[in-house]
């Protein structure tokens, strides 16, 4: 176990900037996910920590070691690759032997250690397969047993649970929870998946085009998300984003009006969550338009209006029915966050933005 | 009807390909078992016999030390060159140091020389090291000209492994090195035997070098052939019977080129 500092790193691929310089400090015993779209420079950022990856300027230290200049192999880690990076000539077995060989275990001991790491990740039947043999989800397991049958100090995973169907995700999610909790080692996670970022993370590190513009507990990524790239990307339907204008304290669109409690400004975004909104049947409500579609998702039908240019969407009872192209209104629920941006810089607008007043 | 009639054209051209190239072959195992006056008849109707195997290993021959040559020129060359070839294509495959391309492409380029160019600069070079008919000249000259190719052969197996599992094993503690030992070199085990093998007939049928390198002493089988062109006219039925020596183990080599050859060891590394 160790705590992983990041200090003015930097990657550069010729001209081209993965990650540009900034810091970032895990601490012990935490699971920190790196979230962002593909190619914003999480595998990158992982690489470095692993040493696969030079940095191209900045300091990488573990358990306060400065370890830029050490191989992969003296750094104490262990890694789930999202390919898995199995040992194809090699049984299960020997795949998950492998790091306890190379580190001169006895052979008893090594035998005893594959077996209960085996019986941990339910692979003791399949001992004496190769990789070649086995189901996606097997391969996963069996990557996964290698990373921890040793006991390193930090793990590092990425996307390793990306080439799961969806079902499968769901159990190795929980899987991958009881086992930080078990282990308790640090463990640095990519994905970009945020339901998997949402339920493991201790803390989330939003990332884009290298950046990470936002470092918190999930809770507070989604409730306080820092500029319009974290309040799009997190959560599922996305947050609404509508512009518009703040004028005499209340925020104002076509076919919106909310009041807000910030100064009276142009070029604003205001985010609502679907979740946070309900469907109501009268005409002076805060959110008006037509009825665009209805989506059922089993537990909730999600309820699309349009007014002018923006769509809206609440997510409303299962049982909700009306015509397409129906007038719909819409109102925040008494007590929900309203969020507010800065339509240029995409910041959060601070001084608080408003409660939803009970329409 | 139109199918049917292609399906028949192509395996009419199939035959007349295999016939062209089958015939040359087969008479000259055909020729190996004949007496010398059977040797000029296209027959098949002789009696055949072992004596034209009896008398090329006998004097005044000396098949047998001409196997030997071949066979000591060709598997030193393999495996010197093989081992550093695949180094060298590892390094060509993995590791990203400046001016990697043009090197490659340099090492690439000694293939395009003409050997009857470099030949008596090789020649005048072993006799100046009185190295001239010997087998360590043989080999010197067949690593020069193999071991580029078997460097670029390797490299393109190399390339198709995924990094993956070297990360990986990099990771679980193997110092480089460890790496290629554990790893790539069973990865790429088939398209190193495959390359071997290459290697091995490359130098097996090399004609020229030997031809001019070697008098006596260190005459390897190609060259031995030529001998049987005598004043008392050419000796088919020998010629052919050490033919059938040079040919039958790269026969054998080939088909286990293609058993390997087909074989993906790299199934199950990923996804
Ligand atoms: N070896 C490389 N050479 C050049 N560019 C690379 C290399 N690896 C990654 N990149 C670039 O760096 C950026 C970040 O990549 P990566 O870290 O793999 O993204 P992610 O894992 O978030 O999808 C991408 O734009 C990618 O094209
Ligand atoms: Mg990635």
Sequence with gaps: ?359 | MRRLFAWWGERALLALVSVIVLFPIAWMFLTAFKRPRDAYSLSLDFEPTLQNFATVFADPWNLGDMVLNSVIVATVTVLIAVPCASLAAYSFSRFRVKGRKFLFFLILSTQFIPAVVIVLPFFLMFRTLGLLDTRVALIVVNLAIVTPFVIWMIKGFIDAIPTDSEEAAMIDGASRLRVIKDIVLPMAAPGILTSSIFCFILTWNEFLFALILTRRDAVTLPVGLVSFRTERGDLWELMSAAGVMITVPIFIMALLIQKHFTRGMTAGAVK
Excluded: W
């Design chain 1, 1 to 359: 176990m160790a705590e992983i500092r990041l200090v003015d790193i930097e990657k550069k691929y010729g001209n081209f900037l993965a990650v540009p310089k900034q810091s970032l400090t895990i601490v012990d015993g935490e699971f920190l996910v790196l979230l962002g779209p593909s190619g914003c420079g999480k595998t990158t950022t992982m690489r470095m920590i692993a040493g696969l990856e030079d940095i191209t300027s900045g300091d990488i230290l573990i358990g306060g070691d400065r370890v830029n200049d050490k191989p992969p192999k003296d750094r104490d880690i262990a890694m789930v690759f999202q390919n898995y990076g199995l040992y194809p000539h090699m049984t299960v077995r020997q795949n998950i032997e492998y790091p306890l060989k190379l580190r001169g275990m006895a052979k008893a001991d090594r035998a005893a250690r594959v077996q209960e790491t085996a019986e941990k990740v339910e692979l003791d039947a399949l001992l004496d397969r190769r990789p070649s043999e086995l189901s996606g989800g097997q391969r996963q397991r069996v990557a996964l047993a290698r990373a921890i049958v040793r006991k390193p100090r930090i793990f590092l995973m990425d996307e390793p649970l990306s080439n799961l169907d969806a079902k499968l995700r769901v159990t190795m999610r929980a899987e991958l929870k009881h086992l930080h909790h078990e282990l308790g080692v640090t463990t640095v996670y990519v994905t970009h998946d945020q339901m998997e970022a949402m339920t493991l993370a201790s803390r989330v590190a939003v990332m884009r085009e290298g950046r990470i513009v936002q470092l918190d507990t999930p809770k507070r990524i989604y409730s306080e998300p820092a500029d319009l790239f974290v309040a799009g990307f997190i959560g599922s339907p996305s947050m609404n984003l509508i512009e518009g204008a703040i004028r005499g304290g209340v925020f104002t669109a076509q076919g919106v009006s909310l009041p807000v409690t910030v100064s009276d400004r142009d070029d604003v975004v205001l985010g609502v969550r679907p979740e946070d909104l309900e469907i109501i049947q009268r005409d002076e409500a805060p959110i008006q338009g037509r009825l665009y579609a209805l989506e059922l998702t089993g537990d909730s039908t999600l309820v699309t209006l349009r007014t002018g240019k923006a769509s809206v969407c609440a997510r409303g009872p299962a049982d909700f029915e009306a015509e397409i192209n129906a007038p719909c209104h819409f109102a925040p629920k008494p007590g929900v966050r309203i969020h507010l941006f800065d339509r240029t810089s995409g910041q959060r607008i601070d001084g608080d933005a408003a409660q939803g007043t009970a329409a």
